[in-house]
């Protein structure tokens, strides 16, 4: 692995959570920003497959220094949690993916790497702390991980620099406004 010149001078840990909108679009203003200063960004969608059509893969296909990845295993949030079959499956995936993203860590394969809604697979035992801490203090120290997703505890939490809780006020699902598109995907 060819090591470029370190564009961070310490790499951190920032965590999104909570049960308001705007995590993954929080993720997205620093990997836009961190591509902007020259960084190589990866940004990782987990329970999140390509198959879904969404906004900001469109608009990261244009632009160069990021990657977008995007694990494969099918996923319904409303399903797929009481199916043992693929929440065995997804658990499998996960460790697999994270194993591949520590070494991309290690050796700074990229200089931001994205985790977006490890938390909630976190929260839900789809990912271990294990092998979130094992990427956390084995990265390379250029390295800024963030991690997305609902139900970050302490435990989690511990292994970040900076912590952000998105907290609901008030939001047009209650209203009966459902998602749209190029606002919420």
């Known amino acids: 692995m060819v090591y470029h010149t370190a564009m961070l001078e310490k790499g951190l840990v920032q965590i999104y959570t909570g ?10 203003g620093l990997a836009m920003r961190a591509a902007g200063r020259g960084n190589r960004v ?3 969608q987990f329970l999140k497959p390509s198959s879904l059509q969404l906004g900001e ?8 220094n990021i990657e977008l990845k995007a694990m494969e295993q099918a996923w319904d949030l409303r399903k797929s949690l009481h199916d043992a079959s693929t929440t065995a499956d997804v658990c499998r995936a996960v460790a ?45 120290e250029h390295v800024e991980i963030v991690l997305t997703g609902r139900g970050a505890d302490e435990p989690l939490m511990e292994l970040a620099d900076l912590v952000t809780e998105m907290k609901p006020i008030k939001h047009p699902f209650e209203k009966g406004i459902t998602a749209r598109k190029g606002i919420e995907y």
């Open 19 to 28: 049960d308001g909108k705007g995590k993954t679009t929080a993720a997205l």
């Open 96 to 140: 697999e993916t994270l194993k591949e993203l520590t070494a991309s860590a290690t050796h700074r394969s990229y200089d931001v790497i994205i985790l977006d809604e490890i938390v909630f697979c976190y929260a839900h035992k789809l990912a271990a702390l294990d092998d979130i801490g094992t990427l956390v203090r084995t990265r390379d």
């Open 42 to 44: 990866l940004f990782y």
């Open 57 to 64: 893969r469109t608009a990261i296909e244009r632009l160069d």
